[in-house]
């Protein structure tokens, strides 16, 4: 009969040493890990659902405010109001600005936007700001993460399905899953030796939709400013590519990229005089608006509703979403000037101006009628969303919100 082996003293003694060794490098990897530096708090019930508001209110006052230096636009996300400063985002009740939900690190944040159902926070890391976190706006529970490379600051847009996050020389599209659709530009490493090497362009300005990012570069040895049109393709790092040089807007001139629908794009260009060019996809200027004045340096988009609204620094130009048709401008008034982008309520154009808010028929233009509100001057836009029946602003650094 085979004798039984025995544990001897040394085999215990090495046991117990590997035991120790996997449990300090277990505990050295959650100490130095993302996770330990986490704090995720959920929501204690779901947060409920918005109902719209049945009709522009007659007068609005501040209801609560909140520092969000991290977000660019108000972001209501499913039923919460969306902030982002430091290193914390907070889902707040739309109407007191409770906390309902939080999700911090100790890392300051780069940016935050949303998408679908998803508010998107970014952070930065040894290669950029290129680690995401979502967190679901209805519950506060985590979502979908990445981590990629990026500059060391990036510029955040959404159009509600997609992510754009744009630096100096590198961007990408994100889908709700945050699954890559789209890079252009540099990288730290190559990873496909038969893909060739990346244009050292510097990004000036870019939009996105789904399907396209449109993007203005101004490049080495190139004199005029550059429209990259990039499409989605099979290979999210091999997009379609269209170059429109920009005959007469030098490489250091103050154009831009407003938006993209679909495959439409809409471009501010400066010279030979102030123009709102829309261009397709095949690179063809298919309409232009001219303006009266260059736009300031803050001027800002957003979509609402069936509309795009511009903000040049004193009026608004509005386009249809679906195409970027020019319908009309709100222009200065005597009285006062937009001091923003505009957004729709109950059927109803909002636009910020100096002393509150003008009221516009979305369709045509016409005006309404006007709501007082004793608002600071800003250096920057005001920006309006709406959450049911609130109006929230993004003031610089600070979300208020006006019911």
Known sequence: MVQPERRTRGDLIAAGVIALVVAVTAALIWWTSDARATISKPAAEP?????????????????????????????????????????????????TGA???????????????SVYQYAVAVYPDARGCGQVSTIDAGTGKRGPARTGYADPEVRLSTDGSTVLSAGDSRLELWRSDMVRMLSWGALDARVKPDVPQSPLCRLVSAAASSAAVSVMESCPQQSEMRLTLLR????????????????????????RVIAVSDTTTAVYLPSPHPVVNIVDDTGTVTASTRLDTAPSEHATMTRAGDVTTWWTGDSVLVFDSSGLHYKYTVAPAPNGAPVGPATVMAGELLVPVTDGYDVFDVKTGRGIRHIDLDRPAQSTAVVPAVAGSTVIEQRGDTVVALG
């Open 47 to 95: 947060v409920p659902s918005l109902t719209p508001a049945p009709q522009v209110p007659t007068g609005l006052k501040q209801l609560w405010s909140a520092n969000s230096a991290k977000t660019t636009a108000p972001l209501v996300v499913s039923g919460a109001v969306v902030t982002g400063d430091g290193g914390t985002v907070i889902g707040r009740d739309p109407v």
């Open 99 to 113: 906390e309902l939900w939080s999700y911090s690190r100790d890392l300051e944040l780069c940016g935050v936007t």
């Open 232 to 255: 989605v393709s099979d290979e999210e790092d091999v997009p379609e590519v269209k170059y429109e040089q920009q005959p007469g807007v030098s490489s250091d001139a103050d154009a």
